[in-house]
C-alpha cells in the first residue's frame, strides 16, 4: 500500500518540481536548471509549497483519472462515462494553471450526457502528445495483475483517445499504464520496453475490434513503435538476452538535452506520447533506485520536463517508495491528502478483486 501512495504522491512532486510554476518548464537548458538549484541549495532544501510550486494540469487529470477508477462502476462502458465526468470537472480546475492545448480540445468533444457515445471523440491529427500518457500510470496501478492484460489495454486506449485520439497519443497511456503494471508485478526494469512492444500487436487489435478510425490510425501506427524499437537498439537493450543498458560515457546535462530532442519528433524532448515515457523509462534505468539521480534525468532537462518528471515519479514510487524522498518535496504539496487517499484506495481495490 505504501508503494501506491509513494506512487500517487511522487508523480505529483516530479510535476511541480520540474514546472517550478511553468518557469523552469519554458527552459530550453537542463545544466541552467540544474545550476539554478544548486543556487537554491539542491533538492534536498528545497520545500514545495502551494504557492511557489503547484501541481499542473498533468497531476489534476492524472487524478481525474484515478477518482473514476476507484468509483463505483459495474462494466467499463460506465467507468469510461465517469471518467468523461472527472475529465470535464478536471478542466474546471484548471483555471490560472497552464494547460496542455491538446487536452482541452480532447476534453471539448466529449459528451457527458450522451449515454452512448459519451467518450467517442473525432480522430486528432494533432492529438499525439504527452497529456494521454501522463494520466494514465494509475490504470497500472488498478489493472496490474497479468491476467488482467487485456482490460488495462482496453481501459488505457479508451482513457488516451479520450482526449489525444492519434496512435502516438494513446499509445503513449497505454505505454505508461503497462509500465506501471509491471512495476507492481516486480518485472526487472531492463524488460519493461521490450515487453511492452510485445503488447502493441494486441492494443492494434483491440482498436481493430471498435472499428473506430482505423484508416487513419493506420497512417500513423508504426510511428510509436518504430522510435521505441530504435530506442531499445541504442540502448543495446531490444533483444530478450540483453539485460544491462549502455550509456554513452559522456552522459551530462548537454548531452541528455541533445539526446531527448534526438528521440523527440520536434525538437523538444517529452512532448509527444512515445519519448513523455522514453524519457521517464531512461532515467529509471540511468538512475538504478537513486532519487537525485532520477530528478537530475527526468525532472531538470530542457524539455517537458512536467510530464517526463511525472512519469517518472509514479513508477519510482512504484518500484522504491518514499525513503530515499527528501521530506520537504512532499510534506506541503498541493493535493498531497488527496493523493494518498486515491493510491491507498487503489491498493485495496486492485489487491481485492479476483
Not at 537498439?233 to 544491462?244: G, Q, T, Y
Request: glycine share 8%.
Amino acid at each position: 500500500m505504501e508503494k501506491f501512495k509513494a506512487a500517487m504522491l511522487l508523480a505529483g512532486v516530479g510535476d511541480s518540481l520540474s514546472s517550478k510554476n511553468f518557469s523552469w518548464e519554458i527552459c530550453s537548458s537542463g545544466l541552467k536548471i540544474q545550476e539554478a538549484l544548486k543556487q537554491m541549495g539542491g533538492l534536498d532544501n528545497l520545500v514545495l509549497s502551494v504557492d511557489k510550486w503547484p501541481v499542473s494540469d498533468n497531476t489534476i487529470m492524472h487524478m481525474a483519472t484515478a477518482e473514476a477508477l476507484v468509483s463505483d462502476y459495474w462494466s467499463l462502458e460506465d467507468l469510461y462515462r465517469n471518467m468523461v465526468k472527472q475529465y470535464i470537472d478536471a478542466i474546471d480546475k484548471l483555471q490560472g494553471r497552464r494547460q496542455d492545448p491538446a487536452t482541452i480540445k480532447g476534453c471539448s468533444h466529449l459528451k457527458p450526457d450522451n449515454y452512448l457515445l459519451a467518450w467517442h471523440t473525432p480522430f486528432n491529427e494533432k492529438g499525439s502528445g504527452y497529456g494521454a500518457a501522463t494520466k494514465a500510470m494509475c490504470i497500472g496501478m488498478r489493472y496490474w495483475k497479468p491476467e488482467s492484460l487485456e482490460t488495462l489495454i482496453e481501459v488505457s486506449i479508451e482513457c488516451g483517445r479520450m482526449t489525444h485520439n492519434h496512435p502516438t497519443g494513446f499509445l503513449g497511456s497505454l505505454c505508461t499504464a503497462l509500465f506501471a503494471s509491471y512495476a507492481i508485478q516486480q518485472k526487472p526494469l531492463v524488460q519493461w520496453g521490450r515487453d511492452m512492444l510485445k503488447v502493441i500487436p494486441m492494443a492494434e487489435e483491440y482498436c481493430k475490434k471498435t472499428i473506430r478510425h482505423m484508416a487513419e490510425y493506420q497512417e500513423h501506427w508504426f510511428y510509436f513503435e518504430a522510435k521505441w524499437q530504435f530506442y531499445l537498439e541504442e540502448r543495446e537493450i531490444a533483444e530478450d538476452n540483453e539485460n544491462k543498458p549502455t550509456f554513452p560515457d559522456k552522459y551530462d546535462a548537454d548531452e541528455r538535452d541533445k539526446t531527448y530532442r534526438k528521440w523527440s519528433s520536434e525538437g523538444r524532448g517529452g512532448r509527444r506520447g512515445h519519448d513523455a515515457p522514453m524519457i521517464a523509462y531512461d532515467a529509471l534505468l540511468g538512475a538504478a533506485g537513486d532519487w537525485k539521480e532520477l530528478c537530475n534525468r527526468a525532472v531538470f532537462h530542457g524539455g517537458e520536463s512536467s510530464a517526463t518528471g511525472s512519469i517518472a515519479g509514479c513508477l519510482f514510487g512504484l518500484l522504491y517508495g518514499m525513503n530515499a524522498v527528501p521530506k520537504g518535496l512532499h510534506q506541503d504539496l498541493e493535493l498531497k491528502e488527496r493523493l494518498e487517499y486515491l493510491g491507498d484506495k487503489l491498493h485495496q481495490i486492485s489487491t481485492k478483486e479476483k
